[in-house]
């Protein structure tokens, strides 16, 4: 696998159409947020670690790793990865599920695919709204990707908490793609619209995020940039010397 090596993180630096899906694999990605949040949740850094795929979803990834091994490598954002599956299962006659988010969100996830992706098998279900899952909970969400036996699992419950869920229970899941997404349900649905393809290009997707919802992004980027910024800074100036 082409990977850079990054303290605790193994980051792909590759394209999509590398990755091989002829094995169980469990894809994550990483951005500046996740990093911060990792480096004090030991339960959340297992789980990026023991990715088989992190990709590295966010500008201040690529430019850190731009700055600290003279690498170039390309944004490989959730909604990316998202379209590149469902690619895939469309071609293949391959079968996709959903777990998380909203009934709503859910339904307007299936009505998309109804027109864009017609007669592919598709499931899904909305786990309780809360911090914490009973043992019941987690059951009753294995129970229902086990029985549809999905090729792909897309599950988007918002990092830490879907990251460490899949890493808690991937052996448990019968499927053979799973990936956590977080915001990408909402994007798909368009509950939340994305931001438009030149401010992803620019590199400004989070400013644009951030001004559309700032009362739910506000920490993770005014907060959590400064801190990674800190970091990466400290990081090289340690490197040269």
């Known amino acids: 696998m082409d990977v850079i090596t990054w303290e605790h993180y193994k980051i792909f630096k590759g394209s999509l159409d590398e990755i ?27 789980a990026l670690t023991n990715s088989d795929i992190l990709l590295p979803d966010g500008i201040s990834i690529v430019v850190a790793i731009r700055l600290m091994f003279d690498k170039k490598i390309k944004k490989i954002a959730g909604a ?4 590149y599956l469902l690619d895939i299962c469309s071609k293949h006659n391959k079968s996709c599920f959903y777990l998380g988010s909203s009934e709503i969100t859910l339904g307007r996830i299936r009505e998309r695919l109804n027109i864009e992706y017609p007669g592919m098998r598709v499931g899904s279900y909305s ?4 911090t914490t899952f009973t043992d019941l909970d ?5 129970n229902a990707i086990n029985m549809f036996k999905p090729d792909v699992l897309f599950v988007g419950m918002t990092a830490p908490k879907q990251e460490m869920w899949v890493n808690q229970f991937k052996s448990e899941l019968n499927t053979h793609v799973i990936c956590t997404i977080g915001a990408v349900f909402d994007f798909y649905a368009e509950v939340v619209k994305r ?4 401010w992803i290009y620019v590199g400004m ?3 644009i995020r951030l001004l559309k ?3 739910r992004l506000w920490k993770r980027y005014v907060y ?4 990674f910024l800190y970091k990466i800074t400290r990081s090289v100036v340690i490197k040269e010397n």
Request: net charge positive; proline share 9%.
């Open 127 to 130: 786990p309780p709204y809360k």
């Open 205 to 207: 997707e989070w400013f």
């Open 224 to 227: 959590y940039g400064p801190m």
């Open 20 to 46: 091989k899906f002829d094995s169980k694999i469990i894809i994550n990605t990483i951005n500046q947020y996740s990093y911060c949040v990792a480096e004090n949740n030991q339960e959340f850094r297992n």
């Open 80 to 83: 990316d990865l998202h379209k």
């Open 138 to 142: 987690n059951q009753q969400m294995i």
């Open 195 to 198: 931001p438009n393809k030149i």
């Open 213 to 215: 919802e700032p009362k």
